[in-house]
Every structure is written in C-alpha cells, then in structure tokens.
C-alpha cells in the first residue's frame, strides 16, 4: 500500500505540469527501510477535499522576466522554484524561502533527486496542509488551522478573513470543491489521524483536544473520512510500525 505524497504545480503553462506528472508517476520513491510512497503533482486548481499538498512548485519562469517576485505561500509548505536553467540563480532562490529548485528544461534523475529530499524532508513534520493558491482561502484555512480545538461559524470566519459568506464559499467552492466547514472537518480528522498514530493521547483526550465533547460524535466523524473507527486506526498503524 502505498501512501501517496501530492505536489501541487501552480504556474501558467500545462506543458510544464503535464511533464512534472509524468515524471512523478513513473517513480516510486523509497523514504525508510519498508516504505514507499508515491508523489502525485496535480495542477494545483485540481486539489479536492481529502487530498492535502505538502510540495508546491512554483514556476518562477515568468516571474525571473518580470520581476514579479515569490509568492506568498504559508511557511510550512515545501516550495520548490522552477526556473529556467539559463537564468538560475541559487541565493536568490534560498533567501526567497524556496526549499530547493528545478530546472527547465526537465531532466528526469534531476526532478527524482529532488523530489526525493522534499519527501525526507515531510517525514519529519507533523500534519500536512490543504493547498489554495487564493489568498483569501489560504488564510481562512490557516484561521480555521489556529482554532481546530473550536467551533467557528460561517459568518465569524468570514468576518475574521475579511469578506463575506458567500464570497468565502464559492472561492472555498472553486479552489477544493467544497465549502469552508467540510473543508475543516477533513482538516481535522487529518490532525486527528496523527495525533493517533503518536499513541501519546487517549482517543478521549484527542477527541476533546479537536472540540468534540462527545468521543461518539467523534468517531462517527473519523469513520466517514477514514474508513475505521479511531481505535482500530490506532491499533493498526501501530501494527504497521512494528513491522516496519
């Protein structure tokens, strides 16, 4: 079973995406001894609910002729720059707050390389992010992220984001394919999911840390997204951890 890593590519030319998906569906890339996980690049307005980009690549192509700049995307996020090879520079993409780059045109072992170390380097965080590449989504998300212990209205969460309900959910709409309150549920069960596999917590006690007051309402939202009530989720990644 292979758990799947998604890259999301945002930039304007679909040559550029179609060749990083190629390259990334044709390699299985190995993390630890036991393990193997796929990375998927998407383009990013191709993101839906459940799937959660940890890789952004941002093509700097046309930015390194106009002067537009880095874009501004939440710290947590690993950023690859893609950039003309003719035009690299290396400190300039460092002190922008990229993780690392690619060069265009591709060169397969390259992208693999690279790749490879952006996958080391998530196994090491905690809790992946959903991606949108709108502003205003991005920082309602990082709102809703700050409160995953909470119950938030629609209405609050617009006020605080700076807009109004139904602004927030069509963009919510048009950047996951669902609205704001789906989208923080997953968010949650996502957050639960690694607060499980760390075996510090009671299923009790990870429930209330989420703002379930009841452990049942609880779990009847884990299984929906997860497919298994919190305990057996717990019970088999610590199988699997075993084995490994």
């Known amino acids: 079973m292979h758990a799947s890593i998604l890259a999301a590519y945002l930039g304007p030319d679909p040559l550029a995406g179609k060749c990083l998906a190629q390259i990334a569906s044709s390699r299985i890339f190995g993390i630890l001894p036991n393990e193997v996980r796929q990375i998927d ?93 709108d502003p205003l ?21 617009a006020r605080i984001a700076g807009t109004n309900k139904t602004t927030l959910v069509n963009r919510f709409e048009a950047a996951f394919g669902c609205g704001p309150m789906t989208w923080f549920r997953h968010y949650r069960m996502i957050e639960a999911a690694a607060r499980l596999r760390s075996g510090h917590e009671s299923v009790a006690e990870v429930a209330e840390s989420l703002g379930y007051e009841n452990s049942n309402n609880f779990s009847t939202a884990f299984k929906a997204i997860h497919g298994l009530s919190p305990l057996r989720y717990r019970k088999m990644a610590a199988r699997r951890e075993r084995s490994a």
Do not use: M
């Open 41 to 133: 690049i998407l383009e990013h307005r191709s993101l839906r609910p459940g799937r959660c980009a940890q890789i952004v690549i941002i093509d700097c192509r046309e930015w390194e002729q106009h002067g537009y700049g880095h874009a501004k995307l939440p710290s947590e996020l690993v950023q690859l720059a893609l950039v003309s090879e003719d035009r690299l520079d290396r400190e300039a993409v460092f002190s922008d707050g990229y993780s690392d780059y690619l060069l265009w045109p591709l060169i397969e072992q390259e992208v693999v390389s690279r790749l490879t170390a952006c996958v080391a380097q998530i196994a090491r965080r905690s809790a992946p992010l959903f991606f949108s590449a």
């Open 137 to 157: 989504i991005q920082k309602a998300c990082a709102l809703l992220a700050q409160r995953v212990d909470q119950q938030i209205a629609l209405g609050e969460l």
